[in-house]
């Protein structure tokens, strides 16, 4: 079993990162951190300057005990070292993560069309590397040289599971 003290949650756009870095803190006691926090000045809007956010985050990094989940690779990737365990969260193919996205949208109401269409043309070039992340690395890619501290869960399923049958 992994030691579970420094938890590092990468992973698709609505996979369910946040909710699983919650049950995981209120479980093992553990704080949590979103990359969102680091990333932006302003919520969803105004971007924090990059090297600024990547020292911020790296004090995080040096402390004995935390979760952080996010998909901002420059922010994870300082953490990936010092994480006792990585948990992957993925999609089994990209209709499945549409079909979350969209259902996420119908939920909540600060989000306009317009952002899930970027959002979904985001994934999706992020998924097989087109337009500007064409060249750039997958969270599979960025994560294979940590292959024996990832716990890959590929549905809510198995989330479930995992969060259920966690010894303490």
Do not use: C
């Amino acid at each position: 079993m992994h030691n579970l003290k420094k938890i590092i949650i990468i992973g698709d756009a609505g996979r369910g990162k946040s909710t699983l870095a919650l049950a995981l803190s209120k479980k093992l006691g553990l704080p949590q951190y979103s990359t969102d926090d680091y990333f932006y000045e302003v919520k969803f809007s105004k971007p924090r300057d990059k090297e600024e956010s990547i020292r911020d985050i790296s004090k995080l990094y040096h402390k004995d005990r935390w979760i952080v989940e996010g998909t901002t690779e420059h922010l994870l990737r300082p953490g990936l070292d010092s994480a006792d365990t990585i948990i992957y969260l993925t999609y089994t193919n990209i209709l499945s993560q549409w079909f979350v996205l969209i259902k996420r949208f119908l939920i909540r109401k600060d989000e306009s069309i317009v952002e899930l269409v970027k959002l979904m043309k985001h994934v999706l070039y992020k998924r097989y590397g087109l337009g500007h992340k064409k060249g750039k690395l997958t969270h599979k890619e960025v994560v294979a040289p940590y292959k024996d501290k990832v716990i890959l869960l590929s549905s809510f399923k198995s989330i479930d599971y995992f969060i259920e049958n966690l010894e303490l």
